[in-house]
């Protein structure tokens, strides 16, 4: 058995970063193009504020151009009338390019949204090419049905790809959540165009050029770069997309349904915010395993996690015990170099972010909650984005750190005196995407569960994850779910053939 080459030190990385090729054109057709206009807007790199590249800043007629390239190939079927197994094998051929190029891509994944290269590596990488795979694996093990129809007919019931499909993604996880979209419609059939959040393209465009090489035909697969109110919004208007799938914030998810009804109709998946409540509660076994998971829960990935655990809600007998481990956990998440393997916090997505949770910690203050540790911006000599891990105690549910997506490492602690009063603050949101629950009590466990308003309910654990999965929202955190085979229903039309049998 060989052992793998040992990961890079920080220095490498550096040197790796200013020998890297970055890939900045848009990808139409197979190939790279400058936006129509010719205008190019900067990838910054939170880092250390520097412009990684200058990057095709498509409008509505690159868009455009796409949509065309993609409707192109769905009609002609080159990857539509393939045999399932034949895209499974060049499904297959892309995840293993991911693979083989994956210090490249986590380095640029770091680069251009700041998240620590440990975690690149560990989980993005990774988690991208098991959805690939996953879904090139299901996709020719997926079975129609015959309908229960009285003996004179015969009616299948079968599933066929909905057409050209419009992704649209946010910069927190730029390829897990690009791949969440991108491999099951590809899997059944359609043709993508994706649009990147303009915080984090790179990655995207460089996917689209390593799935052309593993051979996914022209047209297949486009990535148009740019802002979302014009690229993102043409996408959602294009009269010849046949459905969009958007993942971000729940004020942007609500323009993609007003765009459909503008427009053709077309198919809308959300998956949008959250404000998840992690309940401790009094029978809970073990208080220090729950400030853990509270503690990654809300300071992993900078906090900029749909799911990230932004109101801890404790059961006053617990209290102290998950307080005093879990200001332990916010002192040793203090950010550093997102290029040093060790960082386990890096930097913000860019500046406007860094003001926007900085303005959420001043409201706060202004609220009346106890800021306990954090609250200020750091690391500011190197010109970077960094904001210190952030715990406000004596929070109620109606102030606006409890009521809003902060997408930052700032945490808010409510106190309750029971189950009861733990679910009713727990479900008194706009939002219902995860929710978690830590007792040893059976009973009380499967009670809570039931009661919580969530797509996801984590009990005795947080964010646990698998693409085996459905995931995604209640209320306002979204329609529709991503992984799982489920998430075959958004990308496909069913279809009912009715035989008259003489
Ligand atoms: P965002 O809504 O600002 O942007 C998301 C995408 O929409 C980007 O590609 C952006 O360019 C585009 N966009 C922005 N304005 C648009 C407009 N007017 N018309 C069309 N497109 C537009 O969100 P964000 O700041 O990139 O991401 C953070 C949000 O994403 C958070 O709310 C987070 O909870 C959510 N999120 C949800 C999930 C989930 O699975 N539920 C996962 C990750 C992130």
Same mark, same amino acid.
């Given at each position: 058995?060989?052992?793998?080459?040992?990961?890079?030190?920080?220095?490498?990385?550096?040197?790796?970063?200013?020998?890297l090729r970055i890939r900045s054109r848009a990808f139409i057709d197979g190939r790279f193009v400058?936006?129509?206009?010719?205008?190019?807007? !900067?990838?910054?790199?939170?880092?250390?504020?520097?412009?990684?590249?200058?990057?095709?800043?498509?409008?509505?007629? #690159?868009?455009?151009?796409a949509?065309?390239a993609a409707r192109a190939a769905f009609a002609d079927g080159r990857w539509r009338a393939l045999a399932p197994a034949r895209r499974k094998a060049l499904m297959l051929a892309f995840a293993e390019r991911i693979e083989a190029h994956a210090e490249e891509l986590a380095l640029l994944e770091?680069?251009d949204?700041?998240?620590?290269?440990?975690?690149s590596l560990?989980?993005d990488v990774p988690a991208t090419v098991r959805c690939y795979r996953w879904y090139a694996e299901a996709i020719d093990k997926v *079975?129609?049905?015959?309908?229960? =129809?009285?003996?004179?007919?015969?009616?299948?019931?079968?599933?066929?790809p909905?057409?050209v499909v419009g992704a649209?993604v946010?910069?927190?996880f730029p390829m897990i959540m690009a791949a969440w979209k991108v491999a099951p419609a590809l899997a059944a059939g359609n043709s993508v165009v994706l649009k990147p959040?303009?915080?984090s393209p790179l990655t995207a465009l460089r996917l689209a050029e390593l799935a052309a090489e593993a051979g996914i035909p022209d047209g297949v697969f486009n990535v148009v770069p740019?802002? &979302?109110?014009?690229?993102?919004?043409?996408?959602?208007? +294009?009269?010849?997309?046949?459905?969009?799938f958007? =993942? /971000?914030?729940?004020?942007?998810?609500?323009?993609?349904?007003?765009?459909?009804?503008?427009?053709?109709?077309?198919?809308? &998946?959300?998956?949008?915010?959250?404000?998840?409540?992690?309940?401790?509660? #009094?029978?809970?076994? #073990?208080?220090?395993?729950?400030?853990?998971?509270?503690?990654? &829960?809300?300071?992993?990935?900078?906090?900029?996690?749909?799911?990230?655990?932004?109101?801890?809600?404790? +059961?006053?007998?617990?209290?102290?015990?998950?307080?005093?481990?879990?200001? &332990?956990?916010?002192?040793?998440?203090?950010?550093?170099?997102?290029?040093?393997?060790?960082?386990?916090?890096?930097?913000?997505?860019?500046?406007?972010?860094?003001?926007?949770?900085?303005? *959420?910690?001043?409201?706060?203050?202004?609220?009346?909650?106890?800021?306990?540790? /954090?609250?200020?911006?750091?690391?500011?000599?190197?010109?970077?984005?960094?904001?210190?891990?952030?715990?406000?105690?004596?929070? @109620?549910? =109606?102030?606006?750190?409890?009521?809003?997506?902060?997408?930052?490492?700032?945490?808010?602690?409510?106190?309750?005196?029971?189950?009861?009063?733990?679910?009713?603050?727990?479900? @008194?949101?706009?939002?219902?995407?995860? !929710?978690?629950?830590?007792?040893?009590?059976?009973?009380?466990?499967?009670?809570?569960?039931?009661?919580?308003?969530?797509?996801?309910? *984590?009990?005795?654990?947080?964010?646990?994850?698998?693409i085996? =999965?459905?995931?995604?929202?209640?209320?306002?955190?979204?329609?529709?779910?991503?992984k799982?085979?489920?998430a075959l229903?958004?990308y496909?039309?069913?279809?009912?053939?009715?035989?008259?049998?003489?």
């Amino acid at each position: 058995m060989t052992t793998p080459p040992p990961a890079p030190a920080s220095a490498d990385w550096r040197a790796r970063a200013r020998g890297l090729r970055i890939r900045s054109r848009a990808f139409i057709d197979g190939r790279f193009v400058d936006a129509v206009s010719g205008r190019t807007f !900067a990838a910054m790199s939170p880092i250390d504020g520097r412009t990684l590249a200058e990057v095709a800043e498509c409008a509505e007629e #690159d868009v455009d151009a796409a949509v065309h390239a993609a409707r192109a190939a769905f009609a002609d079927g080159r990857w539509r009338a393939l045999a399932p197994a034949r895209r499974k094998a060049l499904m297959l051929a892309f995840a293993e390019r991911i693979e083989a190029h994956a210090e490249e891509l986590a380095l640029l994944e770091t680069l251009d949204m700041g998240k620590p290269i440990a975690d690149s590596l560990a989980v993005d990488v990774p988690a991208t090419v098991r959805c690939y795979r996953w879904y090139a694996e299901a996709i020719d093990k997926v *079975y129609g049905e015959i309908a229960p =129809t009285a003996p004179d007919s015969l009616a299948l019931v079968t599933r066929e790809p909905l057409g050209v499909v419009g992704a649209v993604v946010p910069w927190n996880f730029p390829m897990i959540m690009a791949a969440w979209k991108v491999a099951p419609a590809l899997a059944a059939g359609n043709s993508v165009v994706l649009k990147p959040a303009e915080q984090s393209p790179l990655t995207a465009l460089r996917l689209a050029e390593l799935a052309a090489e593993a051979g996914i035909p022209d047209g297949v697969f486009n990535v148009v770069p740019g802002f &979302g109110p014009v690229a993102g919004k043409a996408l959602g208007l +294009h009269p010849d997309v046949d459905g969009v799938f958007f =993942t /971000g914030s729940t004020e942007t998810g609500k323009l993609f349904l007003q765009y459909s009804g503008q427009s053709n109709m077309k198919r809308v &998946g959300l998956e949008c915010g959250g404000k998840t409540p992690h309940i401790v509660l #009094d029978g809970c076994g #073990d208080p220090e395993a729950a400030a853990d998971a509270a503690a990654s &829960g809300i300071f992993f990935n900078q906090g900029q996690m749909c799911t990230a655990g932004s109101r801890l809600i404790l +059961h006053r007998a617990v209290r102290d015990r998950v307080m005093e481990r879990l200001l &332990g956990h916010a002192a040793a998440y203090q950010p550093g170099d997102p290029l040093d393997p060790a960082t386990r916090m890096g930097a913000m997505v860019d500046e406007t972010h860094t003001m926007r949770v900085l303005g *959420y910690i001043h409201v706060g203050r202004e609220e009346g909650a106890a800021l306990l540790t /954090g609250g200020e911006r750091v690391r500011r000599e190197t010109g970077g984005c960094y904001v210190q891990p952030t715990v406000f105690d004596g929070v @109620d549910n =109606t102030m606006r750190i409890a009521r809003e997506e902060i997408f930052g490492p700032v945490l808010a602690v409510i106190t309750v005196d029971s189950a009861e009063e733990a679910v009713a603050v727990a479900n @008194d949101s706009p939002f219902g995407l995860a !929710a978690a629950v830590w007792s040893d009590d059976v009973n009380t466990v499967h009670r809570v569960a039931r009661s919580l308003r969530a797509g996801v309910v *984590y009990v005795n654990c947080f964010d646990a994850d698998d693409i085996t =999965t459905p995931f995604g929202g209640f209320k306002q955190s979204g329609i529709g779910r991503d992984k799982s085979l489920h998430a075959l229903d958004k990308y496909t039309e069913l279809k009912t053939t009715w035989m008259r049998l003489r």
